[in-house]
């Protein structure tokens, strides 16, 4: 198993460029269950979700093909991939997939509009909450599916195909509001999503959903409508910069202090991020060719912080916000209100010295004068990243374990950080 291990104390100085969003690459790859014509998906991130639910995607009939390198590229392209699923083979999306990835349960949305059923795993993914899936049940069932959980999986059928409906999410969920999107671009008359999901990533899928042909009006905001229609077809998609990447090297860059280019990067997909960060003191500005972050002598501010769906501040930032906020010169407060075990982190950040008091879903964290390297271990996604950039600032070696989780989501990590003068490397046992 690889490790990364960091020796820290150097500035993060040059460019980064971004990748393609992890959180609507997945989406728009399963959207392809929705045409029998290939959906072309440009700036695809090389990462292991993408190459899971390849996996996944395959087992019910997609095919796939990357194209090769291209003259154009900007040097922050990622890779454009062909999704063909001329013929869905398997309705079914068997637990040894799914359990790899939440998002893999989406497939259950394009398979319920084109086949007419599906039946899907319970999902695996980051041991962050309980994380259920009632919200995906219930609009499915407006819809008038007939839905069963039996043994872990979820049994969908509507014999007389999807039918239009008014459905208000008690809750907003991005991947709810993912799902009864694609499945309601096939439905029978007209759908009209309420508190909906107002994330970029649903934007960005509604995006190539019109461009397949779907009738879509109100993507971005909290209202969604959905005129189905018979068919889509083929289309050619940019997937969008990914902005929870963007956010955590602006971090890194205002822990290490130095100045950075995040190269591709678009402000307005995490302004409230970027707020917080100027009000720690840190400069932001955006460019003609991204962001610029720089931050030159000034001590790090505390700033309280509280997660919240688009446009609020994103709880996928909160784990590298809390990272930062341990050598801000005094006492912040971040509470995470989306998840409600989202803390995991707050040990391992403890063995680098940092000061964290837990209360239930507040956390206080009192800044400290200096971190000490440490042998920390990954426990999800974001919250490994966070150890990388303690390990950025932390005095000595601090080895990473468990990298798979920062694979999942994170592209040549190392090789970007190192490339702006931080001392990374991945080590494999
Ligand atoms: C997506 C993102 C993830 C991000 C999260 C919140 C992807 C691939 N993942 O995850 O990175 O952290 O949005 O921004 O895009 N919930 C229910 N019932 C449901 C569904 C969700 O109670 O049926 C709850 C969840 O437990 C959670 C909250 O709703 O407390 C928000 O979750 P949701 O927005 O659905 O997250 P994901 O789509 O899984």
Not at 14 to 23: E, Q
Not at 102 to 111: K, M, T
Not at 272 to 297: K, S
Not at 421 to 428: D, F, T
Request: hydrophobic content about 40%.
């Amino acid at each position: 198993m690889d490790s990364i291990v960091v020796t820290g104390g150097n500035r993060l100085n040059g460019t980064i460029p971004i990748s393609g969003a992890k959180n609507a690459t997945l989406p728009l790859m399963i959207a392809s269950l929705l045409t029998s014509e290939s959906l072309i998906l440009e700036n695809v991130p090389h990462l292991a979700d993408v190459n899971s639910l390849t996996r996944i995607l395959g087992n019910h009939g997609v095919d796939y093909r990357v194209e090769g390198k291209r003259r154009q590229g900007n040097g922050c392209d990622g890779r454009t991939i062909h999704f063909f699923a001329d013929e869905i083979v398997d309705t079914r999306a068997p637990y040894e997939l799914v359990s790899t990835m939440r998002a893999s349960f989406w497939v259950i949305g394009p398979l319920l509009a084109r086949m007419g059923k599906a039946c899907v795993s319970l999902p695996g993914g980051c041991a962050i909450g309980t994380r259920p899936v009632d919200l995906f049940i219930e609009s499915l069932e407006a819809m008038g599916t007939n839905i069963k959980v039996e043994a872990g999986y979820v049994i969908a059928d509507a014999p007389n195909g999807l039918q239009g409906c008014t459905y208000t999410f008690p809750k907003v969920s991005v991947g709810a509001t993912h799902v009864a999107l694609m499945a309601a671009t096939l439905a029978n008359g007209t759908t009209v999503l309420r508190n909906a999901a107002r994330e970029p990533e649903v934007k960005d899928l509604a995006d190539c959903l019109i461009g397949m042909g779907a009738k879509i009006t109100g993507a971005g905001t909290s209202t969604i409508t959905i005129e189905g229609v018979d068919k889509l077809h083929g289309y050619r998609h940019r997937v969008l910069p990914d902005r929870i990447e963007t956010g955590t090297y602006a971090m890194a860059v205002a822990m290490t202090g130095g100045d950075v280019l995040l190269k591709g990067a678009q402000p307005d997909l995490l302004q409230d991020a970027l707020d917080v960060l100027v009000d720690a003191g840190v400069t932001i500005e955006p460019t003609n060719e991204g962001i610029r972050v720089a931050r030159n002598g000034h001590a790090l501010k505390p700033v309280d912080v509280v997660t919240d769906p688009f446009p609020g501040f994103p709880t996928d930032l909160q784990a590298q916000f809390m990272a930062l906020m341990t050598m801000a010169d005094g006492v912040s407060n971040i509470k995470e209100t989306i998840f409600e075990n989202r803390f995991m982190h707050v040990q391992e950040l403890a063995r680098f010295g940092a000061k964290i008091k837990l209360d239930g879903q507040n956390a206080e964290v009192t800044g400290v004068d200096k971190l000490t390297g440490a042998q920390v271990m990954a426990t999800d996604l974001r919250a490994s990243v966070s150890l990388v950039i303690a390990g950025l600032v932390a005095e000595g070696k601090t080895t990473v374990n468990r990298v798979y989780h920062l694979d999942r989501g994170f592209e040549r990590l190392e090789e970007k950080l190192s490339a702006c003068g931080a001392q990374i490397e991945r080590v494999s046992h």
